[in-house]
């Protein structure tokens, strides 16, 4: 081979790599289906179904200790509004999801997570009130993972940098990625963290920031991305994870690329 074409091929494997390599992770586990609901363990098991790289469940403390799983920071029982980290796990485990699931503990979505057979579970840390609360969290739930021997199976986001400090501390292995979108990949890379992981707005508006990050050896997720106009741009800037509702359609149009 001249070369010319041998650049040529180069070249043209090069793309066809980034093209193809989008790894999908179903935003709140894969919920649009029959008996499905955000952050459900149904929704948990039916992303492991598709095979999604990854199923994203969000987390608080209750005001007792007890992680549990839940996206907003309040709940409704009874119709009262109740603060999650102000409120007994024993009370929360009264509310019900949108399948009739009780509100799940991290440790009965964790029991679940063990018979996955494939996707990864994506935990996002949610932003407390005091630091030394999301110590407490970071620190239980990192040891419930490890305890179950599940740390090459998950990973870690949070919108806040005490979280991902924390990660980086108590277990300098996991994966773990910040989400808030305001902090160049340069600085990410100094954190020590993973990689970034931004709404597809700031993506739009700093293109150069997947490159960057990966020419720094970081990855670059992005959320939550559901129309297809946006998951096509998406692929275009060679994101590596694409969290999104629509899981099915994403892989779609990622294997029209292929």
Request: hydrophobic content about 40%.
């Amino acid at each position: 081979m001249n070369p010319k074409n041998l650049i040529l091929t180069l070249l043209f494997s090069h793309f066809i790599f980034y093209a193809s390599a989008q790894e999908i992770i179903a935003h709140r586990g894969y919920w649009k289906t029959d008996g499905g609901a955000q952050n459900s363990i149904a929704a948990l098991m039916k992303a492991d179904a598709i095979e999604a790289y990854g199923s994203e469940v969000d987390i608080w403390l209750s005001s007792d200790g007890v992680p549990v799983v839940n996206h907003d920071a309040d709940v409704t029982l009874n119709g009262k509004k109740l603060l999650v980290q102000e409120t007994p796990a024993a009370t929360l485990r009264q509310v019900k999801l949108a399948n009739g699931e009780p509100l799940p503990t991290v440790e009965e979505y964790l029991d679940a997570f063990e018979k996955c057979r494939g996707t990864k579970l994506i935990i996002e840390f949610k932003t407390h009130k005091t630091k030394e609360r999301e110590d407490e969290l970071a620190r239980k739930v990192i040891k419930m993972v490890h305890d179950r021997g599940l740390q090459n199976r998950v990973e870690y986001i949070s919108f806040g940098v005490n979280f991902v400090n924390q990660v980086i501390k108590i277990d300098p292995n996991a994966p773990v990625y910040y989400l808030n979108g305001d902090l160049s990949p340069r600085v990410i890379k100094a954190m020590g963290a993973s990689g970034i992981d931004y709404h597809h707005n700031v993506l739009k508006k700093n293109p150069h920031w997947v490159k960057e990050s990966h020419n720094l050896g970081l990855k670059v997720n992005v959320w939550t991305v559901n129309s297809a106009d946006d998951i096509n741009k998406m692929i275009d800037l060679h994101v590596d994870f694409i969290t999104t509702d629509e899981p099915l359609l994403t892989r779609e149009l990622i294997d029209k690329r292929k």
